[in-house]
């Protein structure tokens, strides 16, 4: 293994949520009675005509610019022609030699040193993206096949990485950025599970130090990230056991099963197709002005890991706290929200707000039962917009406990009083008598002045420059409070009173 290097280029292709087909007005769904989403275009009857879905269009144009690709001034379609029983019109309609996409890349992070610690980032470029249809589905029988044209005809876009991913971890961090970039841009839900995103990878090896592409073995059917990068592990391995044996590659397409962790070939290149692509004779090329991009630049959201390097710099946020946040739209923007009502302190407390929201507020959303949010991985559970708790109510918990009127226990009370009912946060510690008692300030320098008498060592010692020794004297002035004490107040008073 030492001596050999893998190269993997990655075809990913993801449904485009869009209402209707990609060239007819049929509606597009998931889970329908079979043949039932269906139309003589979808069909392929005698004289139908393709009509393009422009909402289709824009969400490539949009994924392209969020991925930093150029968009083709002009692009056009072509005929892929094979036949299989998936296809009713006997070939596909994609893009060929003028896809609307070209360049770009996308930003992955390596697993770090430990949980809490960046690992390395790297840009992963892209070789295009271009929009084609989705092909039906075929079920095998026994004894016969059937065939469900629903999932025919939905827009699909394919994202094809350069040859320049070198591992299953690589891969994985690249899908998982590249998720998440669409499901936040609002192109897809990628749900794996629902086909909506697939992922073939190309594999090779080469020795060490070598800049040529060996035999590319193609992996097909890898229907979890998580597969992606055990079936390629898999690849690799089973390529260089093959040339140290004195074998040789052949390329090929393998099915990978992730349950049982084998390949087996599929088909080899001597009966590769031969898609005999020609221009689509029934469509015009596609011009992408201007204005168009500009339109749709404006709504491409902030990718995560700008999003991330933002809150480094604006909230000094820690790493750990930042991944919780970045891969979950919905949940970042709340977290922003949380910050922004919390005024000219909420920068500063911003902190603070995100740990309420990331342990907390996340905790209770897995709890909840209703759908998920965005499919991230993230909430889960409960969508966060159907909480109660709103991103004003975390900002004034946080002003709560910050001014000390609030203490710990208290506060995790009021949280899981807001988060029930909605009543804000203030409110709820009014009526529930959970805020600090406000502590006669006699009696609070009686119990300092005592707290001082009694524990000379550590009044002596924090004269002397020790800060951490006032903790010594705010154990028992606590504790002569019955623990109802304000903790600002008495820090203050204890700090006076050392300074006298
Ligand atoms: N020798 C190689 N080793 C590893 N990856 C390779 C190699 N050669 C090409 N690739 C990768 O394989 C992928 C090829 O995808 P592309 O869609 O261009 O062609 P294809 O697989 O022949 O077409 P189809 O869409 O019909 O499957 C790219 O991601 C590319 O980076
Ligand atoms: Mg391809
Ligand atoms: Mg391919």
């Not at 004195?246 to 088909?267: F, H, K």
């Not at 959201?301 to 000094?316: A, I, K």
Request: aromatic share 6%; charged share 25%.
């Amino acid at each position: 293994m030492a001596n050999y290097e893998a190269v993997i280029g990655l075809e990913v292709h993801v449904q485009i949520r869009t209402h209707s087909k990609m060239f007819t007005r049929v509606a597009t769904g998931y889970g329908q009675p079979e043949n039932t989403l269906t139309d003589p275009t979808v069909l392929a009857l005698p004289g139908a005509l393709p009509v393009m879905n422009r909402a289709a269009l824009d969400a490539i144009i949009k994924a392209g610019l969020m991925l930093g690709c150029e968009i083709a001034p002009v692009c056009k379609w072509d005929r892929k022609n094979y036949f299989y029983p998936d296809s009713p019109k006997n070939y596909q309609i994609s893009q060929y030699d003028q896809p609307i996409c070209l360049g770009g890349a996308v930003e992955i992070e390596l697993p770090g040193p430990a949980r809490n610690l960046m690992g390395e980032h790297k840009l992963i470029p892209l070789t295009r993206i271009h929009l084609e249809e989705d092909v039906g589905k075929c079920s095998h029988g026994a004894t016969d096949s059937l065939v469900d044209y629903n999932r025919a005809g939905t827009p699909l876009m394919e994202i094809v990485s350069e040859p320049a991913l070198h591992s299953g971890e690589e891969a994985y961090a690249y899908l998982t950025a590249l998720r998440a970039a669409i499901v936040q841009g609002g192109i897809s839900d990628c749900d794996m599970e629902k086909g909506q995103m697939r992922c073939d990878a190309n594999i090779s090896i080469r020795p060490v130090g070598a800049t040529g592409l060996g035999t590319k073995v193609e992996l097909k059917n890898l229907n979890s990230i998580s597969y992606v990068r055990a079936g390629i592990d898999h690849e690799i391995k089973r390529q260089v056991a093959l040339i140290e044996s004195g074998g040789t590659i052949v390329q090929e397409t393998r099915d990978y099963d992730g349950l049982t962790g084998a390949s087996q070939s599929l088909r080899t290149k001597e009966m590769a197709h031969d898609y005999r692509y020609f221009p689509d004779p029934d469509l015009m090329p596609v011009q992408v002005d201007e204005a168009w991009k500009a339109r749709l630049r404006a709504s491409c959201p902030e990718l995560p890991f700008d999003r991330q390097r933002r809150y480094f710099r604006d909230y000094e946020l820690p790493y750990t706290l930042t991944s919780v946040l970045i891969w979950d739209r919905p949940l970042a923007e709340y977290f922003e929200a949380a910050v922004k009502a919390g005024g000219a302190a909420g920068k500063a407390r911003a902190q603070q707000i995100g740990n309420w929201i990331a342990n907390d507020l996340l905790r209770e959303l897995k709890a909840g039962g209703a759908a998920g949010a965005e499919g991230t991985g993230g909430a889960g559970g409960l969508a966060l917009a159907e909480v109660k708790m709103r991103p004003e109510h975390i900002a004034e918990l946080v002003e709560l406990v910050e001014s000390g009127k609030l203490l710990g226990p208290a506060a995790k009370e009021v949280f899981a009083q807001t988060f029930a009912s909605g009543e804000a946060p203030l409110a709820v510690a009014e009526r529930a008598g959970l805020l600090a008692q406000p502590t006669d300030s006699g009696d609070l320098e009686a119990w300092c002045r005592e707290a001082i008498a009694n524990n000379a060592k550590a009044a002596a010692e924090f004269r002397a420059g020790k800060e951490s020794a006032i903790n010594g004297l705010k154990g028992p002035v606590m504790k002569a409070a019955r623990g109802k004490a304000n903790p600002r107040e008495v820090d203050e008073t204890l700090r006076r009173l050392l300074a006298e």
